[in-house]
C-alpha cells in the first residue's frame, strides 16, 4: 500500500508534462496560425494602393489612353507614388538625380565658378534651396500658387546664365531627363516592385510639362519638333538621348572630383565621423561605374559591395512580403502646407544642416536632436538667424545675393505660368 502515493504522484507529473506539451504545441500552433494571417494580410494590401490608382484614373488598358493623361493627374500619380510607395528610394533617386549631373565638366566648373560648392556654408545653402525648390513644385498641384512661384523662381535664376551662355541648354534638357529617369531606375533597382507602365508614364508626363514650363527646348530629340505621344514615349527618346549625352559628355575632371567631395559631405552629414567612410562606400556603391570614374572615386572595398546588396535585397524582401502598406496618415510630407505668422513656410524633414526647419521643443530637444547635439551639429533655431529659423519664402530662394532680388521677374513669369500650365496634358 505504501507504493500507491508514488504512483499517483507519477501519473500526476506525467498528466503535467502532457499538459505542458500540449499548451507548447498550442502556442506553435498559434504561433503559426498568426504569422500565416499576417502574411496573408500583407498580401492581399501590399498591392491595394497599386490597384486604387489604376482605378481610380482612365489610363489603364491601352497605350491610346496614356496619350490623354494630364498634368496634374500626371503630378497626383507621381505625389503618391513619392510619398507613399517608395518615399526613401525616389527621395535618393532625386538626390543622386543632381549628384549625377556633377559627373559634366561644364556643369561642374560653373557651380565651382559661382562658389555656390568652394566653401561649406553655400554648399549646405545650396543644397537645402535647390532640393526645397524642386520639392516646392513637386509637393503641390502644377495650377497652384507655390508650384508656379517656385518654377518661375527656377527660372529667375537660371536665365541670367542661360541667356550669357554659361549654361548650356543640352544641360538643362539633361539635369531634366535625370530628374525623370534616375527615380524609375532606382524604384526597379531596389524596391520592392517596378513602377507600372501608368506611373511611369505619369513620371515622362509630368516632368515634360515641367520642361515645357521651364522653357527647355527637346529639337535634340528625334520627336522634338514633330511632337510626343505620351509620357511613355517622352522617357524613351530621352533615355537615349541622355546616355549618348553621358558618352560624349561625362568625363573625369578635377572639378567633378571637388564638387562630388563638397556633395557626399553634405549626404553624409548625419553620420558620426567614425562612419562617415561608411556613408562615402554607400554613395559610391549606388554609383555606376561611367559616373565613378567621372567623379574620381574608387568603388568600395568587395566585402562592402557585399554587404550593401544583401541589406538592399533583404529590405526589397521584407517590404514585399512581410510590411504593410504605408497608411496615408505616415506619408512623407516635406513643407507646411499653410504660411506661418511671417507669411513663410517651413520644412519639415531635413538631412544636411538645419536650413528652414522651426525651432520647436521636438526639434531641439526631442531624440534626434539629442543625436545631432551629440555628434556636433547644430540644431533648428541655434546660431540665430543664420539658417532662416522663421523659414523661407519661395521668392527668395537661391544664392544668396539673389535674396530678395528678382520679385517682379519671377511675378511676369508666373503671369504666363498661369495662363499656359492650367492642368493640362502637354502632348498634341
Request: proline share 6%; aromatic share 14%; hydrophobic share 40%.
Amino acid at each position: 500500500m505504501p507504493t500507491l502515493p508514488l504512483l499517483r504522484n507519477i501519473r500526476d507529473v506525467s498528466l503535467l508534462n502532457a499538459l505542458l506539451q500540449a499548451s507548447v504545441y498550442q502556442q506553435i500552433l498559434c504561433a503559426l496560425l498568426g504569422l500565416a494571417t499576417y502574411l496573408a494580410l500583407v498580401s492581399s494590401l501590399r498591392f491595394q494602393r497599386r490597384q486604387a490608382i489604376q482605378k481610380k484614373y482612365s489610363y489603364y488598358g491601352t497605350r491610346q489612353s496614356l496619350r490623354t493623361m494630364t498634368d496634374r493627374d500626371a503630378w497626383s500619380i507621381q505625389k503618391t507614388v513619392m510619398q507613399t510607395e517608395f518615399p526613401f528610394i525616389v527621395m535618393k533617386s532625386l538626390q543622386f538625380a543632381l549628384f549625377r549631373t556633377y559627373g559634366i565638366p561644364t556643369i561642374s566648373t560653373l557651380l565651382l565658378t559661382t562658389s555656390q560648392f568652394s566653401e561649406p556654408s553655400t554648399s549646405f545653402k545650396r543644397y537645402a534651396d535647390t532640393g526645397t525648390l524642386i520639392g516646392e513644385f513637386m509637393a503641390f498641384d502644377p495650377r497652384s500658387e507655390r508650384a508656379q512661384t517656385a518654377i518661375a523662381r527656377t527660372k529667375f535664376l537660371h536665365q541670367g546664365y542661360r541667356a550669357s551662355g554659361k549654361i548650356l541648354e543640352a544641360d538643362m534638357l539633361y539635369t531634366l531627363s535625370l530628374f525623370a529617369l534616375e527615380p524609375i531606375r532606382f524604384v526597379q533597382q531596389f524596391e520592392w516592385r517596378e513602377m507600372t507602365d501608368m506611373e511611369r508614364c505619369a513620371v515622362g508626363t509630368y516632368w515634360k510639362s515641367l520642361g515645357d514650363a521651364l522653357g527647355i527646348s527637346y529639337e535634340a530629340l528625334p520627336s522634338g519638333k514633330t511632337g510626343f505621344q505620351d509620357g511613355l514615349h517622352w522617357l524613351e527618346e530621352m533615355g537615349l538621348w541622355s546616355k549618348q549625352y553621358e558618352v560624349e559628355y561625362m568625363k573625369p575632371h578635377p572639378r567633378n572630383k571637388e564638387i562630388a567631395a563638397r556633395t557626399i559631405d553634405v549626404l553624409v552629414y548625419n553620420l558620426p565621423s567614425f562612419m562617415k567612410p561608411l556613408g562615402e562606400y554607400i554613395v559610391s556603391y549606388m554609383m555606376d561605374d561611367r559616373l565613378r570614374t567621372a567623379m574620381m572615386m574608387d568603388p568600395p572595398p568587395a566585402i562592402f559591395r557585399v554587404l550593401f546588396t544583401f541589406i538592399f535585397k533583404t529590405r526589397r524582401l521584407y517590404l514585399r512580403y512581410l510590411a504593410l502598406p504605408r497608411p496615408n496618415f505616415m506619408r512623407m510630407d516635406v513643407f507646411t502646407d499653410k504660411p506661418n505668422e511671417h507669411g513663410r513656410n517651413w520644412v519639415t524633414i531635413y538631412e544636411g544642416a538645419p536650413y528652414y526647419v522651426k525651432p520647436t521643443i521636438w526639434n531641439r530637444w526631442g531624440p534626434v536632436a539629442w543625436f545631432k547635439w551629440a555628434v556636433g551639429q547644430p540644431l533648428p533655431g541655434d546660431d540665430g538667424d543664420k539658417y532662416y529659423p522663421k523659414g523661407y519664402r519661395t521668392q527668395d530662394l537661391g544664392p544668396k545675393y539673389f535674396e530678395g532680388k528678382g520679385w517682379k521677374e519671377v511675378e511676369l513669369i508666373k503671369e504666363t505660368l498661369r495662363q499656359q500650365r492650367t492642368g493640362q496634358c502637354p502632348f498634341p
